[in-house]
């Protein structure tokens, strides 16, 4: 088992540029999320999809999108990518929600000029 | 509603103990705890569920207080091991229970 991975590892952008983040579990997981984190901030909610097919935004969407591919991807795409979306993303996947824990992939440093 | 964590900060020496506290301001459902190390992702250190619920993981271990909203993270005889940033997650009862709001973390040292 992999377990969450995600790719590139790292990704240097021009301001304006767009791409998109890979994220992909073996864990037959239902709930996937993208998270950023940036110092001194923690870990902050992007998007999330509860299910396969569905998706809602977390806590800093805007600037972002998503899709649940199918059950094992789930990608983040910047359309038009800024300097303050500079951050290091991780994905994270969860069984389901209540006794069962997020667990996260090795995250996406991500530098935009 | 992010869960607020204090200290922000603490510096051991070998041996010593620390507690790490995870407040909320809503009731809570459950509490997820986690350490990161530098340049590495969360890695999952245990969830509490129930009210007065305590769990260990070898000289790590949690305890939930469903009443004051709130879980404790004990870490007694430290190692160097030990160091790295430690978060915890919550999820509030009457919410969502599909995701968890991490508070802004930790910085654990752990000096010879």
């Known amino acids: 088992n992999a377990g969450v991975t995600q790719t590139p590892k790292f990704q240097v952008l021009k301001t304006g540029q767009s791409m998109t983040l890979q994220c992909a579990q073996d864990m037959n997981h239902n709930s996937m999320y993208w998270y950023r984190q940036d110092p001194g901030m923690g870990l902050r909610l992007i998007y999330y999809?509860?299910?396969?097919?569905?998706?809602d935004k977390g806590e800093v969407p805007n600037g972002y999108n998503v899709s649940r591919l199918n059950k094992r991807e789930f990608s983040l795409r910047l359309e038009s990518a800024a300097p303050s979306q500079t951050s290091v993303y991780f994905c994270a996947s969860r069984r389901a929600g209540g006794v069962d824990t997020q667990y996260f992939g090795p995250g996406t440093r991500l530098t935009v000029l | 509603q992010q869960p607020v964590q204090s200290p922000q900060a603490v510096i051991l020496r070998e041996g010593e103990d620390a507690v790490i506290n995870c407040s909320s301001s809503k009731a809570l459902y459950s509490v997820h705890w986690y350490r990161q190390k530098h340049g590495e992702a969360p890695v999952f250190l245990m969830i509490?569920?129930?009210?007065?619920e305590q769990k260990g993981h070898d000289k790590i271990s949690a305890s939930f207080n469903e009443k004051k909203q709130q879980s404790s993270l004990y870490l007694t005889a430290s190692q160097l091991s030990y160091s790295g940033t430690y978060f915890c997650?919550?999820?509030?009862?009457?919410?969502?229970?599909?995701?968890?709001?991490f508070g802004k973390g930790t910085l654990l040292t752990v000096n010879p």
């Open positions: 997650g919550t999820e509030n009862r009457g919410g969502s229970n599909y995701k968890l709001t």
């Open positions: 999809s509860a299910s396969e097919g569905t998706t």
């Open positions: 509490l569920l129930k009210g007065g």
